[in-house]
């Protein structure tokens, strides 16, 4: 989530904030976010102007606060706003605006930067296996770039790759597992070998 606030010499400020950023967007893909608008006085900001701006200030998406809050917040009128990924991958500057406020109540403008990471459309699934002490590891997150996936009962995750190089990163707590580079050109399966970590004795004692 990110926030930001921006007062201009009027009466009250307007916070906002914007959640459901997804990790990764494939170039061209239709995607939303929920963005959120609280007035510092509490001002019902139900039916205001949100619009979300390329980095080159030009509005691609917009829509108006609905007329409720968002659950258990007193005052954060929120939208889902429906965007386009850029067609080039990449990391996409974006910025959401306050564009207007509730009428008799002024409030300055507001704006709130953030990023969105576009990937190219993938071409191939590389199939991975985590395992340690020749059993699978189950719920590791494995990662390529911001392509992640989590492993199933069976050790086994999916990714959908675009061709080319791309470093693999596997985490779970208690499990130590190397970065393996490999470059995709094809449907593919690995398998990565992760070393239970040892857990810490409760019991030992530590000097100085």
Do not use: N
């Not at 006085?41 to 691609?60: K, N, Q």
């Not at 409720?68 to 067609?87: D, H, K, M, R, V």
């Not at 189950?138 to 492993?151: H, L």
């Amino acid at each position: 989530m990110t926030t930001d606030t921006l007062q201009r010499g009027t009466a009250h400020q307007t916070s906002l904030a914007v959640w459901d950023i997804p990790a990764a967007i494939t170039a061209g893909e239709r995607f939303a976010i929920k963005v959120g608008a609280k007035s510092s006085a509490g001002c019902a900001l139900a039916g205001c102007r949100i619009e979300v701006l390329d980095g080159a200030g030009a509005v691609v998406g917009s829509g108006r606060l609905g007329a409720e809050p968002w659950p258990g917040t007193g005052a954060l009128f929120w939208s889902e706003i429906a965007l386009c990924a850029p067609p080039a991958p990449g990391i996409a500057p974006l910025e959401v605006r306050f564009a207007g406020a509730p009428p008799g109540e002024p409030h300055g403008d507001a704006s709130s930067p953030f990023r969105i990471a576009v990937v190219a459309v993938p071409e191939h699934v590389l199939t991975v296996t985590v395992a340690a002490d020749g059993g699978p590891v189950a719920d590791a997150i494995v990662r390529a770039g911001p392509v992640r996936a989590t492993t199933d009962a069976g050790g086994h995750a999916r990714l959908h790759l675009a061709k080319g190089r791309h470093e693999l990163a596997v985490w779970k707590a208690g499990y130590d597992a190397p970065v393996t580079p490999l470059t995709i050109d094809a449907d593919a399966t690995i398998t990565i070998d992760a070393r239970a970590l040892p857990e810490d004795d409760p019991d030992a004692v530590w000097t100085a």
